[in-house]
């Protein structure tokens, strides 16, 4: 089992986030070749190599503290990043138990939890919380069942209901995303929420993915990687906020964009959950600074040549149009044009 080691750190004002050696090696690189284009790119979600983000279901590490301390200020801020439509409680609550079970199971000196019937016991020792509860109840808990068990879990987290052959967002914990807004998509179905972003339309690639999703299985959850680029180590990159952190994209210069520029990978997974019959699609984010991920030379020259070769459409979707050439000529100096191995990891 993993043994984690907490940081204290910050996602906003003084941005003191980072990444461990060990962090930076287990980063879920999203490249597997020198170009990128859209593709479907599912796989099932089982366990990968040991230590890696997809060693256990749900992936704990070493910045959870600081990233719940980040969701309670985002909540405290904009109570409307967590949102549920009535008919979602039945789902809310395979969340919790999806969540509880494989947080307790994969980290057992973290997270502990007790069932006897209906009545339940909850320990969460890394942010100090206790709590006993009637699994069904929402009164026995301090927030809805949804919402407690987010406030613990890194990533965010959307409901969908599936009717209509077709799958809604009616739920959903959203406190770190890359510029879209949950008030925003929710109630929209999979087509709608999807409708901004180029080309992937004309390829067919969302009417692909929704027929696959309407028959996922129960027990067999899927995955993929999402990418996009980040200035500085900001968490809640919202449209909420945009006035905070779209005026960083002006910010970087050659001599600091190592510093302040971050690849943000996102590990989707899509389970389908028994009761309710919805799907949960957690979306967890992962930053790390080019800087960082320069110290694996494989990354930076795949990354510089990915970075190069975009379409303009993704470029624009991506939000790189301010900074992508300064991080072109940054990565360059770190490209001496050997070949790059197969595959996402390091060499």
Same mark, same amino acid.
């Given at each position: 089992?993993?043994?984690?080691?907490?940081?204290?750190?910050?996602?906003?004002?003084?941005?003191?986030?980072?990444?461990?050696?060990?962090?930076?090696?287990?980063?879920?690189?999203?490249?597997?070749?020198?170009?990128?284009?859209?593709?479907?790119?599912?796989?099932?979600?089982?366990?990968?190599?040991?230590?890696?983000?997809?060693?256990?279901?749900?992936?704990?590490?070493?910045?959870?503290?600081?990233?719940?301390?980040?969701?309670?200020?985002?909540?405290?801020?904009?109570?409307?990043?967590?949102?549920?439509?009535?008919?979602?409680?039945?789902?809310?609550?395979?969340?919790?138990?999806?969540?509880?079970?494989? %947080?307790?199971?994969?980290?057992?000196?973290?997270?502990?939890?007790?069932?006897?019937?209906?009545?339940?016991?909850?320990?969460?020792?890394?942010?100090?919380?206790?709590?006993?509860?009637?699994?069904?109840?929402?009164?026995?808990?301090?927030?809805?069942?949804?919402?407690?068990?987010?406030?613990?879990?890194?990533?965010?987290?959307?409901?969908?209901?599936?009717?209509?052959?077709?799958?809604? %967002?009616?739920?959903? %914990?959203?406190?770190?995303?890359?510029?879209?807004?949950?008030?925003?998509?929710?109630?929209?179905?999979?087509?709608?929420?999807?409708?901004?972003?180029?080309?992937?339309?004309?390829?067919?690639?969302?009417?692909?993915?929704?027929?696959?999703?309407?028959?996922?299985?129960?027990?067999?959850?899927?995955?993929?990687?999402?990418?996009?680029?980040?200035?500085?180590?900001?968490?809640?990159?919202?449209?909420?906020?945009?006035?905070?952190?779209?005026?960083?994209?002006?910010?970087?210069?050659?001599?600091?964009?190592?510093?302040?520029?971050?690849?943000?990978?996102?590990?989707?997974?899509?389970?389908?959950?028994?009761?309710?019959?919805?799907?949960?699609?957690?979306?967890?984010?992962?930053?790390?600074?080019?800087?960082?991920?320069?110290?694996?030379?494989?990354?930076?020259?795949?990354?510089?040549?990915?970075?190069?070769?975009?379409?303009?459409?993704?470029?624009?979707?991506?939000?790189?149009?301010?900074?992508?050439?300064?991080?072109?000529?940054?990565?360059?100096?770190?490209?001496?044009?050997?070949?790059?191995?197969?595959?996402?990891?390091?060499?």
């Amino acid at each position: 089992m993993p043994t984690l080691s907490f940081k204290s750190e910050t996602f906003r004002d003084d941005f003191t986030f980072s990444n461990s050696p060990q962090a930076i090696r287990r980063f879920p690189f999203p490249f597997d070749q020198d170009a990128y284009m859209y593709s479907v790119n599912i796989e099932q979600h089982v366990p990968n190599a040991a230590r890696s983000t997809t060693d256990f279901p749900i992936d704990i590490d070493e910045h959870y503290v600081a990233e719940m301390e980040d969701r309670a200020l985002v909540l405290r801020e904009d109570p409307l990043r967590c949102q549920s439509l009535p008919h979602m409680m039945t789902a809310e609550w395979d969340l919790m138990e999806l969540l509880m079970t494989s %947080m307790a199971e994969a980290y057992p000196e973290h997270f502990s939890l007790a069932r006897t019937g209906e009545r339940w016991h909850w320990i969460n020792r890394p942010l100090g919380i206790e709590q006993s509860f009637t699994f069904g109840d929402a009164a026995t808990l301090p927030q809805g069942p949804m919402e407690y068990v987010t406030r613990q879990c890194q990533g965010d987290f959307c409901l969908l209901d599936q009717r209509e052959d077709n799958l809604w %967002m009616d739920a959903g %914990m959203v406190t770190t995303q890359a510029d879209w807004s949950l008030d925003f998509d929710l109630g929209m179905n999979f087509i709608e929420w999807h409708g901004p972003v180029p080309l992937a339309h004309d390829l067919g690639v969302f009417d692909r993915a929704l027929k696959f999703l309407l028959n996922l299985q129960q027990g067999r959850p899927v995955r993929r990687l999402n990418w996009t680029m980040t200035i500085n180590p900001r968490l809640d990159t919202s449209p909420e906020n945009y006035h905070l952190w779209g005026i960083d994209k002006a910010s970087v210069t050659p001599d600091n964009v190592g510093e302040k520029v971050h690849l943000r990978v996102e590990l989707q997974a899509l389970w389908r959950l028994p009761r309710s019959n919805a799907i949960v699609f957690s979306i967890r984010g992962y930053l790390i600074s080019l800087d960082e991920l320069a110290t694996q030379a494989k990354w930076a020259r795949r990354l510089h040549r990915v970075l190069k070769s975009l379409p303009p459409e993704i470029v624009g979707y991506k939000g790189l149009g301010r900074f992508r050439d300064t991080a072109i000529d940054w990565l360059a100096a770190r490209d001496d044009g050997a070949a790059t191995s197969p595959g996402f990891g390091p060499d």
